[in-house]
């Protein structure tokens, strides 16, 4: 009796759970088939990236985006969309941006492509010429020193590892000659910095990014700028050649007093818990050289695509759900330090916390944080998720805009699309709407919809 | 004494299994990193779809495609490179192809974006002209019958349904409206028929592909084209405003006789057991209208580079590896016919045979034959691929070149990337190196190379 009572209880979860996968696998068909039929999520990315187009911090671009980001949460049928202030800083990429070579016996002048860093000062005006030092790695620039380094243009050739598998730690390794080459370099006597673009293309688009100036290695401020992939080639097959070259750097780009911008957030209101979020959020602000398509236009309107979803659906949410399109992660994470310090003050409670900020590629997996047993919980859908082609769901999860949520003890998600393709626009003039595919833009706003369509039901 | 020998032997076998695994995550990685750094697909790739570009069975293209591959494998390494005859059908697109839409009163005439579907008939000259029925399906043509259809040019107005996440299922949804339209619309009297191109991608492309005459349907063959997505829709919203609308199809594609071409196979000869075969393949044939860069040329310098792969790191075979270039997948399938019949006259016995056909983009996994005890194999090797994002292990494989051998019993496996993007491109003028992207070619290779790897080892 007692075995047969067992054995009865037994079927009896078993059937329970197997309902639940019932039930959640026809809801996940529902949503997808939405996101796949009637989304409006790329005509929404359309008009950002080539109507609004580059929205650095700061610019008027960003602050149209923010109208923009406002009106389009509020047509997705948001219950409230509100502004949430931050001061971002002003940088500005000015009209001048020359990279020259002179080389050989009778000199010779050649143009190669190139870009200011995020950040970067200007050079004076007509630019700094100068002879060109050549390194792989801070630990040759520190082997080489004063002698070597002192009055001439440091050139960090630094290539992402094609072995990486995952595109952003080839990135990791080589992004730090972009953040942080020019104070090294400065500490030695240079004039100025180069470094190769961090770029999985082999093309002449540069990739421009933030660096930062650390004046614990040197109080002095040299220009920095990005040489595209195939610039870079060519400086250094140039300096085996004539190793005396000169290269000849000119921007005007300037550091402005800091701006008032926004957050821009887009809530549902939970019916159960109206105080408890769950938000899904990626950057409005992008470079200015392209139209921040792929890097994060391709976020934005995924996460604003939930307030759509769930209307259309007529998804009443348990925890409130909010799209956030944070301000300033490009130079700064401004809006993304606001959005916490205000979480605080707010007494609101996060449930979890997604970022999709790795482009506008097809799905994945997730990356998600083992606090409060999420990833456990997440780990259990994979069966959900295996039919859409969503694969891995993988431990230690986040992004840079909720990694302040983070340290306040939020678990974090990190949405992973394909990454082989992103480092080939990431940060360039490329990145530009025509490199956005429908479907997988479609897929991967579906799959997050998906997602916080479980955990808040859970 | 007993339980301690148990113990010892447990931890024997897993420490055994455990030293394979890691030998063989080494192998792995070293496959991996030759295919990411050193190989030539990518350079191969170029040629074949920029220098010779569209290479449809019986055309010249086609037979320099033939000596390109013998080359090119000769090059890679391979032990030995011959050619296999196959008699493939010889159609010819022609000079001449148009599509006219005239409507409306005044009338007025539009150009429609449409191409000749492989294997059909052209018009008289000057063209069909005649007015239109659309129908969504044959069940709708059935029902219209003689009556509506007579004289008429059938629009088979069918989408690729969006909601589905493998795309390739879409495509066999709507494929047999391109396949076997013509017949059907033949039987009631019909004078031509155009189908809406199967297309995931909303442009002005017209996609070409393969249709037949089934004359026990009708004797009667039709001319047949397949309209771009654009021009389905204009023509679907123009037969709402105005339904006595005509189309005017002008084509003067024509089949002429048979020709002599050749598969093309590339060895590494088996150090243990040479008339045995694992071999990798895809299709050298492509459609006339693009470079046929994705379908399939990129599953040729991908199963090539197997050769070089195995010759660069010093891989011995235990059995014979073999790249084939297969003839005339597209419109015939003679060449996977005449490998298949000539490994039974030769006595040769295929271990496995792997299929790349599914396009150049980043992998996902492969669908593997439950045979002889593959698909077991194959599955218990998931966590060596794991680090490669080669997440999907699927039983039931295959590949239409592999069809023949399948159904003689040997195991097959088609290698499976990300499709989203696959119906963009294929079938079009649109089907170009430019929409390669470099790593995810090469990470098709490597997984491919990897898995071959260890079917020979095992």
């Not at 950002?48 to 187009?53: H, M, N």
């Not at 109208?67 to 969309?81: F, N, S």
């Not at 001048?96 to 010779?108: A, D, N, S, V, Y």
């Not at 490329?430 to 706003?445: M, P, S, Y």
Request: net charge neutral; charged share 25%.
């Amino acid at each position: 009796m007692k075995q047969k009572k067992l054995i009865t209880l037994l079927f009896f979860i078993a059937s329970c759970s197997y309902a639940q996968f019932e039930n959640d696998s026809i809801a996940l068909r529902k949503l997808y088939d939405y996101y796949l039929t009637e989304s409006k999520c790329y005509k929404n990315l359309e008009y950002l990236a080539t109507k609004i187009g580059g929205r650095i911090s700061g610019s008027k671009a960003a602050e149209k985006a923010v109208l923009w980001a406002k009106q389009t949460m509020l047509e997705a049928g948001a219950d409230t969309v509100f502004l949430q202030p931050c001061m971002v800083p002003h940088w500005e990429r000015g009209k001048t941006e020359r990279c020259k070579l002179t080389f050989g016996k009778p000199q010779i002048e050649k143009q190669l492509k190139a870009c200011a860093l995020g950040s970067s000062v200007g050079t004076p005006k007509g630019g700094i010429k100068a002879r060109v030092i050549e390194v792989k790695s801070f630990d040759e620039l520190d082997k080489l020193g004063e002698k070597a380094v002192k009055g001439k243009i440091v050139f960090y050739n630094v290539f992402m590892d094609p072995r990486h598998i995952y595109t952003g730690e080839a990135y990791g390794e080589s992004v730090r000659y972009r953040w942080g080459g020019a104070s090294r370099a400065a500490k030695y006597g240079a004039l100025g910095c180069v470094v190769r673009s961090m770029s999985t293309a082999q093309n002449d688009f540069p990739h421009t990014g933030n660096m930062g100036y650390d004046t614990t290695i040197s109080k002095t401020k040299l220009p920095a700028m990005a040489l595209s992939y195939v610039a870079a080639d060519v400086l250094s097959e140039s300096l085996k050649k004539d190793p005396e070259l000169t290269l000849t750097m000119e921007t005007d780009c300037k550091n402005l007093p800091e701006v008032l911008s926004y957050n821009v957030i887009g809530q549902l209101n939970g019916s159960e818990k109206r105080n408890e979020f769950i938000i899904t959020g990626g950057h409005l602000d992008s470079w200015d050289n392209g139209q921040g398509a792929h890097d994060d236009g391709a976020g934005i309107v995924q996460s604003i695509e939930i307030l759509s979803a769930y209307k259309k659906l007529g998804i009443k949410p348990r925890h409130s759900i909010r799209a956030v399109a944070f301000m300033n992660e490009e130079n700064g994470l401004a809006g993304g330090k606001a959005y916490a310090l205000a979480a605080i003050q707010n007494h609101e409670k996060h449930i979890a916390a997604l970022e999709t900020d790795a482009g506008g590629f097809t799905p994945r997996g997730f990356n998600v944080d083992t606090l409060n047993g999420l990833y456990k919980s997440v780990k259990k859908w994979e069966p959900l998720f295996r039919p859409y082609f969503v694969d891995r769901i993988d431990p230690e999860g986040g992004g840079a805009d909720i990694s302040p949520l983070e340290k306040q003890g939020v678990p974090c998600i990190g949405f992973e699309p394909d990454g082989q393709r992103y480092f080939d626009y990431h940060h360039t003039a490329d990145d530009t709407f025509d490199k956005i595919n429908k479907r997988e833009l479609e897929l991967g706003a579906a799959a997050i919809g998906a997602l916080l369509y479980l955990i808040d039901k859970k």
